[in-house]
């Protein structure tokens, strides 16, 4: 299965009508979303509006693919499962968020090598089709690796010196 999952700050109707123009062109049916309260509904995957947080669990553990916002909580939550993950962040220019911090999350991640990204909602069938390719990575644990720390740390200080 293929779990796609918006967050819980409201819907994400670009990612969500990506994925299910990809989930009809690739003729698929195993793709299952939380969409929040969106405007757009998917005609070709299965979704609920939200889930509790065990059920939510599950589903990351029973996917072989993780797609979501460039929400903090969803990617450590595909990577603590060893889930590839391919984010699309969240865009201040689509009204989607206030600032851009979604896009500096995914840069951070992605530079690390965790998480793959779509910018774009036009490259995000690609770069679903790339990660299906891959196998389960390795899993992050519960207690976050000193250069994760200091790695969130120095992008928290700077995002702090920028408000100032």
Request: positive net charge; proline residues 4%.
């Amino acid at each position: 299965m293929i779990f796609v999952t918006v967050g819980s700050q409201g819907p994400f109707d670009r990612l969500i009508c990506a994925v299910d123009e990809w989930t009809a062109s690739r003729g698929r049916s195993d793709v299952f979303a939380q969409i929040g309260r969106a405007k757009y509904i998917p005609k070709h995957i299965r979704f609920t509006d939200s889930l509790d947080p065990l059920d939510f669990k599950r589903r990351v553990e029973e996917a072989r693919l993780v797609v979501a916002h460039a929400g903090v909580g969803s990617i450590i939550s595909a990577l603590e499962s060893a889930k590839p993950i391919v984010v699309m962040p969240r865009r201040s220019q689509f009204r989607e968020q206030r600032n851009d911090h979604q896009v500096a999350t995914a840069r951070r991640f992605e530079a690390q090598g965790q998480i793959i990204v779509a910018y774009e909602q036009q490259s995000l069938a690609e770069k679903l089709d790339y990660a299906l390719t891959l196998g389960n990575s390795e899993r992050v644990g519960p207690e976050a690796s000193p250069q994760l720390i200091a790695t969130i740390r120095s992008f928290l200080e700077r995002d702090d010196s920028n408000k100032h």
